[in-house]
Structure formats: structure tokens, C-alpha cells
């Protein structure tokens, strides 16, 4: 599975944006997909994650309610709607293709910047 990332930018505090990730092959609808991020300096983490039917996510404490992740198998794609946005959810925003469930991530994509202004 490859995993190309789409949508970050700039945007003022309080402000959206929606990300998108697409996904080659067939088997994208077989796969548990995540987002993840790094600000500047820290290390990775979670945000968000949707089971490979889209029945059950799963989200970070620090974006619950403010973030929701949605996918359309049909066209491979999985979303991250961020609403209400801070100047601490800036930060390099990737997908992953693997298991919610387990938490592991085989697939990741490169990346897109968020960059959030006070």
C-alpha cells in the first residue's frame, strides 16, 4: 500500500483544514488506517485511527471533539477533519495503513505541514 498524504497549510487559530490521504491497491480497504504527527523537536504521536470498516475510532485526548477521522473505501481515502484548530496542533501530519487494534503501522506516507498561527 502506498500512502500519499494531502491538504495541510496555514491557518489561523480556530480555523479548519481536512486532510486527505489516498491509498493505492486494492487492499486499502483490508487495512485499519491512523494519523499520526510530529511537531518540531518532539517525537511522534497519535491522533487519530478508523477501523477498516469505518465502525469504530479511535482518538488522541488532546483532539477529541475537535477531530474527526472518516474514510471512503471506494475511494481509498481516508480523511482527518480538524476543527478548532490550535497553535499546538502545528505539526508534520502522516497516515498509516496497519492495525488500530494492535497499534501497529506497516504503511506510511510522507507527510504534510500544518501550521497553526495565534
Known amino acids: 500500500v502506498q500512502l500519499q498524504a494531502s491538504g495541510g497549510g496555514l491557518v489561523q487559530a480556530g480555523g479548519s483544514l481536512r486532510l486527505s490521504c489516498a491509498a493505492s491497491?486494492?487492499?486499502?480497504?483490508?487495512?485499519?488506517m491512523g494519523w499520526f504527527r510530529q511537531a518540531p523537536g518532539k517525537e511522534r504521536e497519535f491522533v487519530a485511527a478508523?477501523?477498516?470498516?469505518?465502525?469504530?475510532?479511535y482518538y488522541a485526548d488532546s483532539v477529541k471533539g475537535r477531530f474527526t477521522i472518516s474514510r471512503h473505501n471506494a475511494k481509498n481515502t481516508v480523511y482527518l477533519q480538524m476543527n478548532s484548530l490550535k497553535p499546538e496542533d502545528t505539526a508534520v501530519y502522516y497516515c498509516?495503513?496497519?492495525?488500530?487494534?494492535?497499534?501497529?503501522?506497516?504503511?506510511w506516507g510522507q507527510g504534510t505541514l500544518v501550521t497553526v498561527s495565534s
Open positions: 478508523i477501523r477498516w470498516s469505518g465502525g469504530t475510532t
Open positions: 491497491g486494492r487492499t486499502f480497504r483490508r487495512y485499519d
Open positions: 498509516a495503513a496497519g492495525s488500530a487494534v494492535v497499534g501497529t503501522y506497516d504503511y
